[in-house]
C-alpha cells in the first residue's frame, strides 16, 4: 500500500482535519489515483484523538473517507501535539513512551484505526524511538536509565494486548512501528535490533508472549533518517530482518546532503548561504557531518553552522530536513535521493536473498512534512501539485 503522509497540514481538530483532507488530499488524488481509491497516511492530534472516541464519530468519519476514495492504512502517531506551532523542536517527542499519557493516545489511535479499516485488512501505527534522551532523564545527553527503557518496555507489552485483543474483536491487524530518528535515544538500527532484543522480544517471556510480540510490533524504517545516521539502506534492513523484527512500515523521505570536500572554495560560499537556508526555526534539523572516517552529531542545523571555522566547512553533510523526493538537487545542494531507490532496490530483491515479509505487505508512506517550511524559493505555488509530483515520482520506481 502507499499513500502521503498527512501531517504536511496543519491543523489539531477533527473539522480541521477534514478541511484539509477536502482542500488538498483530493486535489492529490485527481492528479495521480482519479479513478481508484487512493492511500493517506493520517495523521491525528491528541485532540482529534479524543473528538474521535465516540464510536458514532468513528463511523461517520468512515463513511466520510469511504465516500472520497480516501484509504487510511496507516497512521503517524509521532507527534501528539500541535506538530505546526510556530516552535516545535524537542517538543515532538513528548510525551515519551515512559508517560502514560503516550500509551493512552495511541491506544485512541489504535482504537480508531481499527474501526476505520475493513475487517481482515493490515494497519500500521508508527510512533518515536521512546524519546529524546534529555527528555528522558535528568540530565541532557546521557542514555536513557534501565527504569526509562524498562517503564517504556512495559507501555509497549500494553499496547501489544491491546492490540491483540483489537485483533480478535474486530479481525483487524494492527502493528506498532517504531521509528528510529536521529539523536532519539533509539536512531540507528543497531540500537533497535538491541532493543528488541533485550526489552520486548526478552527470553524472560513465554514463547507465546514473544509471538505476540513480534505480530504486532515492528519498525517504521524512515529512509531520510537512516541516511542521516550514514546507514547503507541494506544494512539496515538485513539487519532488522536477521533480527526476525518485521519492517511494517517505509517512510519514504529524503535529507538534505551537501559534500564540501568535493567541492571547489569558489563555489563553498554560495552553498554555504543555500544550506544556511534551511536552518529554520520550527522543527529539529539533526545534522551529521563525515570527516575522514569519524562522524559528529550536531542537535540541530545552526548548531552545525557555528562549528565553521575560519578554515571553512569540510566533510559529508546530512541534514534532517525532509525535501521534496522527486528532486535530486536544489541549486547547489544535493538531497539523499539515492537512498530511496536503494531502499526500493533491497525491497525488490529480497525475495531473492530468501527474507519474506508479512503477508499483507509493506506499507509505504511519502512524508515531506517540511514543505511549508522550505526556503521561499524551494516551495511550490500549489502544496497538492508539489505532493503530487512527489507521490507520481515514487509510483513509477516503486516495486509494489
Not at 234 to 244: C, F, I, K, Q
Request: include cysteine; charge should be negative; aromatic fraction near 8%.
Amino acid at each position: 500500500m502507499i499513500g502521503y503522509c498527512t501531517n504536511v497540514h496543519p491543523g489539531v481538530t477533527l473539522e480541521q482535519i477534514k478541511q484539509n483532507l477536502e482542500r488538498e488530499s483530493l486535489k492529490v488524488k485527481q492528479s495521480v489515483s482519479p479513478d481508484r481509491p487512493m492511500g493517506i497516511g493520517l495523521w491525528l492530534s491528541s485532540t482529534a484523538t479524543e473528538q474521535l472516541m465516540n464510536r458514532d464519530a468513528r463511523s461517520r468519519f468512515r463513511d466520510w473517507l469511504e465516500q472520497r476514495e480516501l484509504v487510511p492504512f496507516t497512521v503517524n502517531a509521532f507527534p501528539a501535539g500541535d506538530f505546526h506551532q510556530n516552535v516545535v523542536k524537542h517538543d515532538v517527542y513528548r510525551p515519551t513512551w515512559a508517560d502514560r499519557s503516550r500509551l493512552e493516545y495511541t491506544q485512541r489511535v489504535a482504537t480508531i484505526l481499527a474501526d476505520l479499516l475493513p475487517c481482515g485488512s493490515l494497519g500500521t501505527i508508527s510512533t518515536l524511538p521512546l524519546g529524546w534522551p534529555a527528555i528522558g532523564n535528568q540530565d541532557a545527553g546521557l542514555p536513557a536509565s534501565e527504569d526509562f527503557l524498562q517503564s517504556c518496555a512495559q507501555n509497549f507489552t500494553r499496547m501489544v494486548s491491546m492490540l491483540s485483543d483489537l485483533q480478535d474483536s474486530r479481525e483487524v491487524h494492527l502493528r506498532l512501528c517504531i521509528e528510529p530518528e536521529p539523536g532519539c535515544i533509539l536512531d540507528t538500527c543497531d540500537d533497535v535490533v538491541q532493543y528488541f532484543d533485550r526489552f520486548l522480544f526478552d527470553s524472560d517471556q513465554t514463547a507465546s508472549e514473544v509471538q505476540r510480540a513480534k505480530q504486532h510490533l515492528g519498525v517504521c524504517h524512515d529512509i531520510c533518517h537512516s541516511a542521516v545516521m550514514f546507514e547503507p539502506q541494506p544494512v539496515a534492513l538485513e539487519r532488522y530482518a536477521e533480527a526476525g523484527i518485521t519492517v511494517g512500515k517505509v517512510q519514504v523521505s529524503s535529507a538534505v546532503e551537501v559534500d564540501f570536500d568535493s567541492m571547489d572554495a569558489s563555489s563553498i560560499t554560495d552553498v554555504m548561504a543555500q544550506l544556511a537556508a534551511f536552518a529554520e526555526p520550527r522543527y529539529l534539523h539533526q545534522t551529521n557531518v563525515r570527516k575522514d572516517d569519524s562522524t559528529f552529531f550536531h542537535e540541530d542545523l545552526p548548531s552545525a553552522l557555528a562549528t565553521i571555522d575560519e578554515n571553512g566547512p569540510a566533510g559529508k553533510w546530512r541534514v534532517h530536513f525532509h525535501v521534496p523526493i522527486h528532486e535530486p538537487t536544489f541549486g547547489l545542494i544535493d538531497s539523499t535521493q539515492s537512498q530511496i531507490l536503494e531502499c526500493m532496490d533491497w525491497f525488490e530483491g529480497s525475495n531473492q536473498h530468501g527474507i519474506h515479509f508479512d503477508q499483507h505487505g509493506i506499507h509505504f508512506e511519502v512524508e515531506t512534512y517540511a514543505w511549508n517550511v522550505l526556503p521561499p524559493s524551494l516551495r511550490p505555488d500549489c502544496l497538492a501539485d508539489g505532493i503530487a509530483s512527489e507521490m507520481q515520482w515514487f509510483l513509477e520506481r516503486s516495486c509494489t
